[in-house]
């Protein structure tokens, strides 16, 4: 092939696909020219921080609405500044009922020893959405506040660097917007029942913190033996069942029912309320119907092991506990 | 004459490559350019200072928040090395003034028996807390010993680009 075949060959190409050529070349200088027009746009000059208030850490993308930040802003400094002046009653006015009456017992007095072993005295504070999650079709807008000294006033000097934390949140009551502090998040009645002819267990409510779930249980004997619900003998005796994984509960003490008799207990359980699962039921695994206990401290193993061998029945009950 | 489909999307193609390069040169064109001949001395010299402002501005924004805080720091420390201390003096928070350095006398004396005449930085940690940041630095002197290193904190609240405030340990 020579120069001129070439050159024909090329002028060929190009007049086939003048077409096609003319319209890259469009589309080439459109993007070249729209690149070129924001590179230049003029820019606002703003720090570039990672600190974005309103933006949950556990799911970045997640955030408060717009229409609640200020006003979470605004509720967090008035609730800050009352605890600094020791205006106790005032802080405490501003939290939803139920946080006062589950995590404060109504109490004044509780909500000031609270206050005062995150606050001992005036601080400075800095507030980051932790988390958002829904409750019974409710929107949960959970936020970490961090106390610390005027770290500015000071430069720590004669100090170091240290700070407390709480987990405060908030929720559109019927109200308004709605605060809870101390980790509480909230409260829900469960009244679920389970029973057979030995007991009835029967679990009145759930308390939701931030880290931990607290179940109120009343445990009923029907029967005219003893009945153990917990006695540290076995293992798992009172545990909560979520999806994919049980959690004992913590500080279990002993749960010895006498003929009759009912008693009213709280199991406290570890979980996250942000950690994706809901819980399904509590299970008391190894309930013994006894004819005869003698307990288990200052008693032979070979005494108890025989007592449980002898036990008029032996089973487990589970209560749903889902909402 | 009747014009191809195609013929119609490559003039439109066309007029929107030259609307669009005209938007480019016009965004592009240098911003009004200082005519320094125009000027008096006072007014070249804020002119300059501006410039120079604009483009510390410029070169903070492209800046993550690590590097802009010991930035901030090192601009305290020079202004002291330089013996600038009421430029020093005026980075420093109002109530940190108030409780360590009520008048830039004392300030002074305090830069002058505290601080090495030549500094040498290390930046250990930083913490966020908020739009408070607090940061470890060792702060030695380049003509003292090595044993002369003072380890501190600076507390700096960052209100804007090269605006802030801050504080630091008294020793």
Not at chain 1, 25 to 39: E, Y
Not at chain 1, 166 to 187: A, K, P, R, S
Not at chain 2, 22 to 36: G, H
Not at chain 2, 122 to 149: P, Q
Request: glycine share 4%; with cysteine; net charge negative.
């Amino acid at each position: 092939m020579n120069f001129t075949d070439f050159r024909l060959k090329v002028r060929h190409f190009f007049r086939r696909n003048k077409r096609l050529i003319i319209i890259i070349l469009i589309i080439w200088a459109i993007i070249f020219f729209i690149n070129m027009i924001l590179k230049n746009m003029p820019r606002e000059l703003v720090p570039e921080t990672t600190y974005e208030a309103h933006t949950s850490i556990m799911d970045s993308g997640s955030s408060t609405p717009e229409s609640l930040k200020q006003p979470i802003e605004d509720l967090i400094a008035e609730y800050v500044g009352y605890c600094n002046e020791g205006n106790y009653q005032k802080a405490f006015n501003m939290l939803s009922a139920d946080c006062r009456k589950y995590e404060f017992q109504d109490k004044v007095e509780n909500f000031m020893t609270h206050v005062l072993s995150k606050m001992p005295i005036p601080k400075k504070y800095s507030i980051q959405s932790y988390s958002n999650v829904k409750y019974g079709g409710k929107k949960l807008y959970i936020y970490e506040i961090k106390y610390t000294d005027d770290l500015l006033a000071t430069g720590l000097t004669n100090s170091t660097y240290q700070f407390t934390s709480e987990n405060i949140t908030f929720y559109q009551g019927d109200d308004g917007l709605e605060m809870n502090v101390g980790n509480y998040i909230y409260h829900t009645d469960i009244k679920s029942i389970a029973e057979n002819e030995y007991l009835k267990i029967d679990v009145i409510d759930k308390v939701v913190n931030y880290s931990i779930e607290t179940y109120e249980v009343k445990f009923t004997n029907r029967s005219n033996y003893t009945v153990v619900v917990s006695d540290q003998q076995e293992n798992d005796e009172v545990i909560l069942r979520l999806p994919n994984e049980v959690r004992s509960a913590s500080q279990i003490q002993n749960i010895v029912l006498k003929p009759q008799e009912d008693i009213t207990l709280k199991f406290v359980f570890p979980k996250f309320v942000d950690d994706g699962d809901e819980s399904q039921a509590l299970t008391f695994s190894s309930i013994r119907v006894m004819e005869k206990y003698s307990g288990v401290e200052d008693v032979d193993e070979a005494t108890i092991q025989s007592e449980i061998d002898n036990a008029i029945s032996k089973f487990s009950m589970e209560v749903n506990v889902t909402e | 004459m009747k014009v191809k489909k195609d013929n119609k999307l490559i003039i439109f193609g066309i007029i929107v490559v030259i609307i669009l390069a005209i938007i480019a040169f016009i965004v592009s064109k240098p911003k009004n350019k200082i005519d320094y001949d125009k000027m008096t001395d006072e007014e070249i010299s804020v002119a300059i200072q501006e410039d120079l402002e604009n483009k510390e501005k410029e070169e903070l924004s492209k800046m993550g928040e690590r590097d802009r805080m010991e930035y901030y720091v090192s601009e305290f420390v020079d202004e002291i090395e330089n013996e600038n201390y009421e430029e020093a003096y005026s980075m420093l928070y109002d109530d940190f003034k108030k409780n360590y350095f009520p008048t830039l006398d004392q300030f002074e004396e305090y830069a002058k028996t505290k601080f090495p005449r030549m500094f040498a930085l290390e930046h250990t940690n930083i913490e966020r807390n908020g739009n408070t940041y607090v940061l470890w630095v060792t702060l030695g002197d380049l003509l003292g010993s090595k044993d002369s290193a003072v380890e501190m904190n600076f507390v700096i609240q960052e209100n804007d680009l090269n605006d802030f405030v801050m504080s630091f340990t008294v020793k």
